[in-house]
């Protein structure tokens, strides 16, 4: 069984969900991220994603993009996000995605990239401008080494397009909020939770919801309808404004503590 379907089909009681940050490897630097990540599975994550700076994130808002270039500008590249993980598995036992464009990644090697990534003890991948019609390789090299593959789905992904998806996917189906990119909104769309349903209708794997999710409001909002919630430009928004901070890891732990808290508590 799939530690990360697993891990969002465990009930988890008061109405709670799946919480599922993301960050960016190496913003504000590589030792940061390994204290962030540290934090934020003792601030209730269930899982947490883990970003590969890429030069050109077509899917991602603003907020990203900048944590993307403070990444690069730094040097940091794939290797050093496989190491980063390595180095925290030591200490948490989260399942962990590496979210990523597929450029670095066909720069690695498929096949070596499955090789450490199953040593270093990633639990699934997200290639975000991986095509289904164009995945089977990459599905193939990671489902053999126990690795999910993440799909994203949208509200404009057509039912038979859908179908195809969830066929090669495993862990969960990650299900794009609205059209577009990445970046905190004030109000969930009313799409996300049609596009739940039509996914439940094709498929029995767990289903979290990402894209603009910002507030507690939104998570217990997405709690209801999906499975887990996913939540990025929010917390990326908080180390970039925390950066040059001493408390930054604790005031983003308390940020993401925040966000799962119910009437004040956990």
Not at 37 to 59: K, Q, R, T, Y
Not at 129 to 136: K, R, S
Not at 163 to 174: D, E, K, L, N, R
Not at 193 to 216: H, K
Request: aromatic content about 6%; charged content about 25%.
């Amino acid at each position: 069984m799939s530690r990360m379907r697993d891990t969002l089909i465990e009930p988890k009681g008061s109405g709670r969900g799946g919480f599922i940050p993301f960050i960016t490897a190496g913003d504000p630097d590589l030792a940061t991220t390994e204290l962030l990540l540290v934090e934020l599975a003792a601030a209730g994550a269930d899982i947490i994603e883990l970003g590969v700076p890429f030069s050109d994130p077509v899917a991602d808002g603003e907020v990203i993009q900048r944590a993307s270039e403070r990444a690069l500008r730094k040097g940091v590249t794939l290797g050093d996000t496989l190491k980063c993980i390595s180095n925290v598995k030591k200490h948490i036992d989260l399942p962990i995605v590496l979210f990523s464009y597929l450029n670095p990644l066909l720069k690695f090697g498929r096949e070596r990239l499955a090789d450490e990534a199953e040593r270093v003890g990633i639990d699934a991948v997200l290639i975000t401008d991986l095509t289904v019609e164009e995945a089977g390789p990459w599905v193939r090299a990671f489902h053999d080494r126990a690795i999910d593959m993440i799909f994203l789905v949208a509200p404009t992904t057509s039912d038979e397009r859908l179908t195809h998806i969830t066929q090669q996917a495993s862990g969960f189906i990650y299900a794009v909020s609205r059209a577009g990119v990445t970046g905190a909104q004030n109000e969930m769309p009313a799409d996300a939770e049609s596009l739940v349903r039509r996914v439940r209708a094709v498929s029995d794997l767990p289903v979290a919801v990402g894209f603009g999710i910002s507030t507690p409001e939104q998570v217990r909002q997405v709690w209801r309808f999906a499975d887990g919630a996913v939540i990025g430009s929010a917390l990326v928004s908080q180390i970039e404004k925390l950066s040059s901070s001493p408390h930054l890891v604790a005031r983003v732990g308390e940020f993401a503590r925040s966000l799962v808290a119910r009437n004040g508590t956990l």
